[in-house]
């Protein structure tokens, strides 16, 4: 089992600037992708980023340009930058890894609110 824990969360101001981490822990897996993903009051949850091993990234239009996804294999942990951010990025984020080994699943971490005032 992977478990996820996220941080890095907060309150900021628009064009403020906010990194969240995602740390993966347990024994003996492989994750082949890891993705951000948000959810605001009333809305579906949305990809903002991914990333894999390789260092293939992946953005969400509404956040290319201003967020960054990366990925350090040594720590097993994810990271979204997000610069100039706007009220409308205001959500609950949550990591996802998709995992290979030692079965094919995938795992959420339990969401860090972000909030961006005007």
């Known amino acids: 089992q992977v478990q996820l824990v996220e941080s890095g969360g907060g309150l900021v101001q628009a064009g403020g600037s906010l990194r969240l981490s995602c740390a993966a822990a347990g024994r003996d897996f492989t994750i082949s992708a890891m993705g951000w993903f948000r959810q605001a009051p009333g809305n579906q949850r949305e990809l903002v980023a991914t990333v894999t091993p390789a260092g293939t990234t992946n953005y969400a239009s509404s956040v290319r340009g201003r967020f960054t996804i990366s990925w350090d294999n040594g720590k097993n942990t994810a990271y979204l930058q997000m610069n100039s951010l706007k009220p409308e990025d205001t959500a609950v984020y949550y990591c996802?890894?998709?995992?290979?080994?030692?079965?094919?699943?995938?795992?959420w971490g339990q969401g860090t609110q972000v909030t961006v005032s005007s």
């Open positions: 996802r890894a998709t995992i290979t080994r030692p079965r094919v699943n995938m795992s």
